[in-house]
């Protein structure tokens, strides 16, 4: 009997592989699919390549002024001219080198926490300093520099000072409030329970003017705040209701064989949390947490009804500007640009994080 090699196996045909395989499955699998495939398409047909032309096309990058643009398309030369508006706010102009040193510091803080292996202590310490470091740069009055008050702080730099001390407080706070929340103690449980309800069903500008308004008063006599310091306290108390929340749902999604492991083991009420059922609860709710902070770095746009002006406030005033006049569109542009890429890249980071936690395939 004639015995024939084995011949190559055949590769699927095309339409049930690479791109055409993906279209067929996700966009013409139906006709209700197909109906909003054409649909979409037609939105983008209508949007984007106008949207080009006048960005990029038809667009102006080079001069020094207004009369630079002429046409129809955007003016860039309004955001580089204000580049620094945008950016530091009225931070003196000849003292910029202290925002700039301390964004250079953020960077180079973190490519040392990423790249440079070990070292551990170190970091910690390093990223406990900065804060420290952060304040004394910027605002001064200390080690020969001029004083800058916090009033003249603005554009990115104050979006991040506020988003940035609203993460790092409000974290601790919610933790506290969610284990508030679940103790057997009644008062301490009806007094989390009442604060995070009462704050999670009152808008932020109110807190904002809350805080602005209301907290002076319960201030001792001589002793007063600066504006972005009573924003800072109402924004963080605003957002740690939240946080416990969502930690209080991680406390429910851990099974309740690991309370009683922990019992078994002999821990106290705090080694049990610390050690056991804290770090499974925060893993757990790593996406509703980012989606937290993601919302509380665009509420920070709210700051500007009590007289700060951060990112976006900016934009009204350079495009008030007699000199620019009618630029506000560009600057829009510009802001919705660079909160894109701050949350873009948190949501990024929380991926990369749930991924390295993951312990359920390993």
Known sequence: MAVYPPQPAKEPPLTARGPIAWIRHNLLSSPYNIAFTILGLAILYWTVPPFIKWAIIDAHFAGDSKSACTGGGACWVFIKEKLDMFLFGFYP??????????????????AFAKFVPGLHRLKLTLIVL?????????????????????????????????????????????????????????????LSVFYIEFVRGVPLITVLFMASVVLPLFFPEGVNFDKLARALIGITFFEAAYVAENIRSGFQAIPKGQYEAADALGLGYWQKMALVILPQAIKVTIPNLV????????????????GLFDLLAMVNVTANDRDWLGMDTEGYVFVAFIFWIFTFSMSMYSKRLEKRLDTNNK
């Open 291 to 306: 989606g937290t902070f993601i919302s509380l770095f665009k509420d920070t746009s709210l700051v500007m009804i009590i």
């Open 130 to 190: 900065f804060p420290v470091f952060a304040y004394l740069m910027l605002h001064g009055g200390h080690f020969g520099l001029p004083l800058v008050e916090t009033s003249k702080w603005g554009g990115l730099l104050l979006t991040l000072v506020i988003a940035s001390v609203g993460i790092v407080l409000s974290f601790p706070i919610g933790i506290l409030l969610a284990l508030g929340r679940q103790s057997k103690l009644p008062i301490i449980k009806s």
């Open 93 to 110: 102009h000849d003292q910029l080198w202290r925002p700039k040193s301390v964004f250079a510091a953020v960077l180079a803080l973190g």
